[in-house]
T-cell receptor, first 115, second 111 residues
């Protein structure tokens, strides 16, 4: 399957600071990328969908000013958690899909801990 | 009612057993069905992908879709301890649509 690389795999930051997470499709061009959040023993919660060159579409209840998503190229999308608070601590996962396709390939996930 | 229902388990089986994992769904418009495997603290890995009804086999894994019953299954034959993970079903209505996930079933295969 296609490879999606997510970095960093783990990050600890202080409350009030911002954290950027990168998601790269290594061997294909990802027209669409998705960002998910996952709490322990729960399923993936879709946060937003981003298409290359367009503004991201956020799911209901997700603060777009807090979770900034940029999809500047066909191989890179970034999620920036701004002014992070302890309640933002979670496992964040990106996935990528070729335009119009059905299969989505996931990154390794980023464990964010805000202290 | 959630669009996709999946028993979270945990499910514990002895090595070599046949494992049956299932999901039910309410939206009859779903056409594409996937099973993902997720190891602890890792991203999901695509295992099986099926379009519409029918069976698909890949090694020890078999995926079944019964659209009339809105029911999908994943069977694992000759289960191994390395199969211990959380298995998530997912489905979409049409190409380019949003993936809707089940809650995931935690599977433990004991040596």
């Amino acid at each position: 399957g296609a490879v999606v690389s997510q970095h960093p795999s783990r990050v600890i930051c202080k409350s009030g600071t911002s954290v950027k997470i990168e998601c790269r499709s290594l061997d294909f061009q990802a027209t669409t990328m998705f960002w998910y959040r996952q709490f322990p023993k729960q399923s993936l919660m879709l946060m937003a969908t981003s298409n290359e060159g367009s503004k991201a579409t956020y799911e209901q209840g997700v603060e777009k000013d807090k979770f900034l998503i940029n999809h500047a190229s066909l191989t890179l999308s970034t999620l920036t958690v701004t002014s992070a608070h302890p309640e933002d601590s979670s496992f964040y996962i990106c996935s990528a899909r070729v335009g119009g396709g059905t299969e989505a390939f996931f990154g390794q996930g980023t464990r964010l801990t805000v202290v | 009612q959630k669009e996709v229902e999946q028993d979270p388990g945990p499910l514990s089986v002895p090595e070599g057993a046949i494992v049956s994992l299932n999901c039910t769904y309410s939206n009859s418009a779903f056409q594409y069905f996937m099973w993902y495997r997720q190891y602890s603290r890792k991203g999901p890995e695509l295992l099986m992908y099926t379009y519409s009804s029918g069976n698909k086999e890949d090694g020890r894994f078999t995926a079944q879709v019964d659209k009339s019953s809105k029911y999908i299954s994943l069977f694992i034959r000759d289960s191994q301890p390395s199969d211990s993970a959380t298995y998530l079903c997912a489905m979409i209505v049409n190409q380019g649509g949003k993936l809707i996930f089940g809650q995931g079933t935690e599977l433990s295969v004991k040596p």
